[in-house]
């Protein structure tokens, strides 16, 4: 069965960009794919391949996910690297310098002094514009997140009660996500680099992989719900749309322990 909740809520209603349809198609397709793949390996996969798979697929849908959100905030970002990409002279077997990189465009380079955001004399330059930076997070993401948790139509929302109980207040939503995703990503790519000169089932037994997809997905749900409540994001779904391919997912990782 083809799954798309997650890639639904993540991408959005990107149809009615006519200019930006290709372009989130292919990350809706992305997404997509990857999460029926995680499906079929937890449900009916052979021995052995949750374990070796489950790393590298969620750590396609983690980052595909940052890609796609960074996208809908600033979506000249991806056009930038789409319009890179599709030259005459575009190598796959070299990096452009203008794709997205995790270090730079999803977490900061270098940590800024929330104190001093708003430095008269810092140059725009080098004003940071990474997805879970501090100036995104104080704009965006942490606003969002104040907004859907006061949100009286889904004050009774089971699925919110996670967030509500392990973030102290909105304003450390951010820094939450960030460290969160910051060791799940680590702990992925030890399974997609081959890290570690140890057996990978020691560390990559099966009840460990499940634990980092149930993680991947947890983090890409919520990232996605707060997503539309950012009033001027591209792509926004109706909140009811939203709350419905969010809770979906929800309720899949309840009833697979994922």
């Given at each position: 069965?083809?799954?798309?909740?997650?890639?639904?809520?993540?991408?959005?209603?990107?149809?009615?960009?006519?200019?930006?349809?290709?372009?989130?198609?292919?990350?809706?397709?992305?997404?997509?794919?990857?999460?029926?793949?995680?499906?079929?390996?937890?449900?009916?996969?052979?021995?052995?391949?949750?374990?070796?798979?489950?790393?590298?697929?969620?750590?396609?849908?983690?980052?595909?996910?940052?890609?796609?959100?960074?996208?809908?905030?600033?979506?000249?970002?991806?056009?930038?690297?789409?319009?890179?990409?599709?030259?005459?002279?575009?190598?796959?077997?070299?990096?452009?310098k203008g794709a997205i990189n995790w270090a730079g465009d999803i977490f900061e380079k270098s940590d800024i002094d929330i104190s001093k955001l708003w430095d008269?004399?810092?140059?725009?330059?080098?004003?940071?514009?990474?997805?879970?930076?501090?100036?995104?997070?104080?704009?965006?993401?942490?606003?969002?997140?104040?907004?859907?948790?006061?949100?009286?139509?889904?004050?009774?929302?089971?699925?919110?009660?996670?967030?509500?109980?392990?973030?102290?207040?909105?304003?450390?939503?951010?820094?939450?996500?960030?460290?969160?995703?910051?060791?799940?990503?680590?702990?992925?790519?030890?399974?997609?680099?081959?890290?570690?000169?140890?057996?990978?089932?020691?560390?990559?037994?099966?009840?460990?992989?499940?634990?980092?997809?149930?993680?991947?997905?947890?983090?890409?749900?919520?990232?996605?719900?707060?997503?539309?409540?950012?009033?001027?994001?591209?792509?926004?779904?109706?909140?009811?749309?939203?709350?419905?391919?969010?809770?979906?997912?929800?309720?899949?990782?309840e009833n697979n322990y994922v």
């Open positions: 069965m083809i799954r798309n909740n997650l890639a639904q809520l993540i991408c959005g209603d990107f149809q009615q960009h006519k200019s930006l349809e290709n372009l989130f198609q292919v990350l809706f397709h992305n997404i997509s794919n990857m999460e029926t793949r995680l499906g079929k390996l937890i449900t009916n996969g052979e021995d052995g391949d949750l374990t070796v798979l489950g790393p590298y697929f969620a750590r396609n849908i983690l980052e595909t996910t940052c890609s796609a959100l960074l996208g809908r905030i600033d979506p000249f970002r991806l056009i930038y690297v789409q319009k890179v990409q599709s030259l005459d002279g575009f190598s796959i077997g070299s990096k452009a008269p004399d810092r140059e725009f330059t080098k004003v940071g514009r990474a997805f879970l930076g501090n100036h995104y997070s104080e704009v965006f993401w942490n606003p969002a997140f104040k907004t859907l948790i006061d949100d009286t139509n889904y004050m009774s929302e089971i699925s919110l009660d996670y967030y509500r109980t392990h973030i102290e207040s909105p304003e450390k939503f951010s820094f939450f996500i960030r460290q969160k995703t910051s060791s799940l990503y680590s702990s992925l790519s030890k399974g997609v680099h081959s890290e570690l000169v140890i057996r990978p089932e020691i560390v990559y037994d099966e009840t460990t992989v499940i634990e980092l997809i149930n993680d991947t997905f947890q983090i890409c749900s919520i990232l996605g719900i707060v997503s539309h409540y950012i009033d001027f994001s591209i792509c926004r779904l109706p909140i009811d749309n939203a709350f419905r391919h969010y809770n979906d997912l929800y309720d899949w990782r």
